[in-house]
C-alpha cells in the first residue's frame, strides 16, 4: 500500500467529517488507506463515523491518551508504505496527496513533507515552516527583537509558495516513510499534546534526513478548532517547549530561567487577547452554488438573506464585511481552497457546505475557534 492517513479527533465531529470527505476525494487514484483515531470524544464523533464511513478503520480510545500516544497508534495499525499525520481540522484538494507524495520522492534525503497551510479566511500560517526553537530563537521571538546571526523562528528565508528545505514542519500535516517514523521511535509520548512536531520534525534531522516544505501544494487548517485555545492551552503549549529544551538543549541555567520567564509571560498576554476578540459583523451571506433550495434554507437558519453569487461575480467585491459559502456540491475542494487564496481580504469570511451534510462551518480568524452552524 503506498499511504496511509491518520487521523487524531477529538471532539471536533463536523470538522472531521468534512476532513474525511477531502481525504477520500483525495485517495480516489491512490492505493490508500484512512485511520481515524477518536481520543475519548464526547461528542458523536465514533458514531457518525460508523454510520457515514463504515469502511473506515476506527480505533476508539476509551481514554484521551494524548496527540503522540494516539498517532503512534494509528501508525501501527498502518499498511502504507508512506504515512499522513493529520488534523482532523483540515480540508484538503483532490490532487494534495498526489502531488506531495510525487515531489517528496523527487527530493534528496527526504525525511518528511508538510504543504501550504492557509487559515479559513484564506491567509497563509507562517508556522507551516520553522527554524529549530533553540532558547535564542524562541527568546528572540517572544521579546521581538533580533540578536545578532539567531534566525527567525518562522523559516522565512523560504517564499510561501515555493519548495525548501526546512528545519521543524507543523503537525497538523505530516507526510514521513513509516519506516522513518519508526526508526526514530514516532512520536515521543513524554509529550502530552503540542511541541511533539517539533521532536519529531528535529530527531528526523539528527538522523541525518532533511524536511521539505513543499509550498505548491495549499491545506486548509482551521487552526484552534481542534483544540480549544484557553488557558489549559497555554500551559500545555509552553509546558511542551520547556520540554523539548530539556531534552535537546542543555543550556545554562540563566538563559533557561529568562527564556521560561518570557513563556509565561507570553501566555499571560495571549490569555489576556482571547477575551477582547469580537466576532465579526456579516453585512451579506452570498452562496457559491446553483441551488436555489439550499440558498432559501440557509437564509431561514441565518434570519438574513442569502443570495446565489458566481465566483466571477465575488472576484468584484470591495471591502465590505461579505460571507461567502462555498457549496461543495457545486465546487471541488480543490477550487474551493483556491478561492479562499484568490478572494481573501480582511473583511471577507467563508464558509464550506460539505457534500450530503447540513451544516456549514469555517473560521472568522485565523487563530480561532471555530463555527458550525448546523440548519
Not at 243 to 255: A, D, I, T
Not at 293 to 304: E, F, I, P, V, W
Not at 322 to 347: C, S, V
Not at 365 to 373: A, L, R, T
Request: with cysteine.
Amino acid at each position: 500500500m503506498k499511504l496511509s492517513v491518520i487521523i487524531l479527533n477529538y471532539n471536533v465531529r463536523y470538522f472531521l467529517e468534512l476532513c474525511v470527505l477531502s481525504v477520500q476525494k483525495a485517495i480516489t487514484n491512490l492505493d490508500a488507506e484512512i485511520i481515524v483515531v477518536d481520543n475519548a470524544s464526547s461528542d458523536d464523533s465514533c458514531m457518525m463515523m460508523r454510520d457515514r464511513f463504515p469502511e473506515i478503520m476506527l480505533i476508539a480510545n476509551s481514554d484521551n491518551v494524548g496527540f503522540a500516544k494516539a498517532n503512534n497508534q494509528g501508525v501501527a495499525m498502518a499498511k502504507g508504505e508512506s504515512i499522513c499525520i493529520l488534523n482532523p481540522d483540515t480540508v484538503v484538494s483532490e490532487d494534495t496527496f498526489m502531488k506531495i507524495l510525487t515531489t517528496s520522492e523527487k527530493l534528496p534525503n527526504f525525511g518528511i513533507a508538510g504543504p501550504r497551510l492557509i487559515s479559513g479566511v484564506g491567509f497563509f500560517h507562517p508556522e507551516s515552516k520553522r527554524n529549530i526553537p533553540s532558547p535564542l530563537t524562541s527568546f528572540s521571538r517572544l521579546f521581538k527583537i533580533r540578536l545578532g546571526k539567531v534566525r527567525n523562528y518562522y523559516a522565512d528565508h523560504i517564499k510561501a509558495t515555493t519548495i525548501g528545505d526546512v528545519d521543524i514542519l507543523v503537525g497538523a500535516f505530516m507526510l514521513i516513510r513509516k519506516k522513518d517514523y519508526e526508526s526514530v521511535g514516532g512520536f515521543d509520548e513524554d509529550y502530552f499534546m503540542y511541541g511533539e512536531d517539533i521532536d519529531l520534525s528535529y530527531k528526523i534531522k539528527k538522523k541525518g534526513l532533511q524536511n521539505y516544505y513543499i509550498g505548491n501544494v495549499p491545506v486548509i487548517h482551521y487552526k484552534g478548532e481542534s483544540t480549544d485555545r484557553n488557558a489549559e492551552y497555554i500551559k500545555r503549549f509552553y509546558g511542551a517547549m520547556r520540554l523539548f529544551y530539556r531534552k535537546h538543549f542543555r543550556s545554562n541555567w540563566v538563559l533557561d530561567k529568562i527564556v521560561y520567564l518570557g513563556i509565561g509571560v507570553t501566555s499571560i498576554i495571549q490569555s489576556f487577547k482571547k477575551h477582547h476578540r469580537e466576532k465579526r459583523s456579516v453585512l451579506a451571506y452570498y452562496l457559491v452554488s446553483d441551488n436555489h433550495q439550499l440558498a432559501k434554507l440557509l437564509s431561514g437558519r441565518l434570519q438574513k438573506e442569502v443570495k446565489l453569487i458566481s465566483l466571477e461575480s465575488a472576484k468584484k467585491f470591495g471591502f465590505e464585511y461579505y460571507e461567502l459559502i462555498f457549496d461543495n456540491d457545486h465546487m471541488t475542494f480543490g477550487e474551493i481552497i483556491e478561492a479562499m487564496q484568490l478572494l481573501r481580504k480582511p473583511t471577507m469570511t467563508f464558509k464550506i457546505k460539505p457534500q450530503g451534510c447540513n451544516y456549514i462551518l469555517g473560521s472568522d480568524f485565523s487563530d480561532g475557534k471555530g463555527e458550525v452552524i448546523v440548519f
